[in-house]
């Protein structure tokens, strides 16, 4: 073979070396997953040469994979999908840690159409390799139909798209690590909502925001009615496994906007961005209405019933700063206390 006829393929293996060596100092050298994925998405595009690519990562708890990054047709409407391990061929190559090389979909059984269906797309060839650290599936990554070549992946684009993965499998590994550690620090390890010491980062962030845009801002301060009498009836595990149900309450009523803390012992603040007064007052009805129709401790045969008492304060309609809107909101909790309990006073 004559050296001209080498050229092409020693130019490829140094695009190949020289990308790889990118990815790896980037990897290295920050903790920034959104910069590693972006390095990724242009040595994938590049080396690999896919109509379409997505990295799909593991929700551990749901035991599903969702679509962390999609590059191509239809990228919006797929990227609401969420597979089950094991569906589809994401799916099989997540729960089974192994890649595939597939040439025709329509020949393979694991193949799900749920994608295509959404995406009014064709998927005909495919390579899935998985990304793993400590045997644990973080995700996978998934070519589908290559430009050139005839549109079917060979042998050495799965050896690369390995090597990629497992670099990729590094970088999530190491953001994991760092958001856990972080978390840690402004976490209560109890209710998983933000701790005390977070709170004043939190409002001060908060404010300074509604400020800016000129919006509403509510906070709300509740506190367990005689939730003494739980740790003195049945011990103060129990009351701690009491509040971590709690905390799961809180969390679901608060979704992805509003914010939620562990003040202390049997006490939460609240904080609803872009809210008004009457906005918050109505949501604490529908939060004390969930406590209320709560029972606790039922795993433990105990069947536990507790109620609250809420004090709300907004900014600005009662408070110019954020002194002024806690001990506002703080007061009015304990004007419940001091009267009928299982309340809700506004400042």
């Not at 499998?169 to 958001?179: D, K, P, S, T, V």
């Given at each position: ?6 050229l ?12 790889f ?13 959104k910069?590693?994925l ?10 690999l ?11 551990e708890?749901?035991q599903?994979i969702?679509?962390e ?11 609401k999908?969420?597979?089950?391990m ?5 799916g099989?190559v ?6 595939l ?13 749920k994608?295509?269906?959404l995406?009014?797309f064709k ?16 995700g996978?990554?998934e ?12 042998e050495?684009?799965?050896?690369i798209?390995t090597?990629i ?7 999530i590994e190491?953001?994991?690590n760092?958001r856990?550690?972080h ?14 010491r ?8 908060e ?11 509510s ?5 367990l009615d ?8 049945h011990?103060?595990?129990v009351g ?9 309450v809180?969390?679901?009523?608060l979704?992805?906007?509003y914010i ?5 012992g049997d006490?939460?603040v609240?904080i609803l ?36 008492s ?9 408070a ?5 809107l ?8 304990y004007?419940v206390?001091?009267k ?7 400042a």
């Amino acid at each position: 073979m004559e050296t001209r006829d080498l050229l092409p393929e020693l130019q490829k293996r140094v695009r190949e070396l020289e990308a790889f060596d990118q990815i790896g100092k980037t990897v290295t050298s920050t903790l920034e997953i959104k910069q590693v994925l972006q390095v990724l998405m242009d040595h994938i595009t590049r080396l690999l040469d896919p109509n379409n690519w997505s990295m799909l990562l593991t929700d551990e708890e749901k035991q599903e994979i969702y679509f962390e990054i999609v590059v191509g047709e239809g990228a919006e409407v797929i990227k609401k999908l969420r597979l089950k391990m094991g569906e589809g061929i994401c799916g099989w190559v997540a729960l089974h840690q192994k890649p595939l090389l597939i040439a025709d979909v329509n020949k393979d059984q694991r193949f799900s159409k749920k994608a295509d269906k959404l995406s009014n797309f064709k998927t005909e060839a495919i390579v899935c390799v998985p990304m793993v650290s400590k045997g644990k599936t973080l995700g996978v990554i998934e070519l589908i139909n290559k430009k050139s070549g005839g549109g079917e992946f060979t042998e050495e684009d799965l050896k690369i798209l390995t090597s990629i993965a497992d670099y990729a499998a590094i970088a999530i590994e190491n953001a994991y690590n760092y958001r856990r550690i972080h978390e840690l620090t402004i976490k209560d390890d109890l209710t998983k909502l933000y701790n005390s010491r977070h709170l004043h980062t939190l409002l001060d962030r908060e404010i300074e925001k509604a400020r800016q845009e000129k919006t509403h801002l509510s906070l709300i301060f509740i506190d367990l009615d005689h939730f003494k009498s739980v740790n003195d009836t049945h011990g103060h595990l129990v009351g701690s496994q009491l509040l971590r149900e709690l905390g799961d309450v809180i969390l679901e009523m608060l979704g992805d906007v509003y914010i939620g803390t562990r003040y202390g012992g049997d006490e939460f603040v609240l904080i609803l961005p872009n809210t008004t007064k009457e906005k918050s007052l109505e949501f604490a009805h529908r939060l004390r209405d969930k406590v209320n129709d709560a029972t606790f401790l039922e795993k433990k045969g105990l069947f536990i019933k507790v109620t609250a008492s809420f004090g709300l304060a907004s900014l600005p309609e009662d408070a110019k700063s954020k002194d002024e809107l806690v001990r506002l909101a703080d007061d009015a909790m304990y004007r419940v206390k001091a009267k009928s309990r299982n309340g809700i006073e506004a400042a």
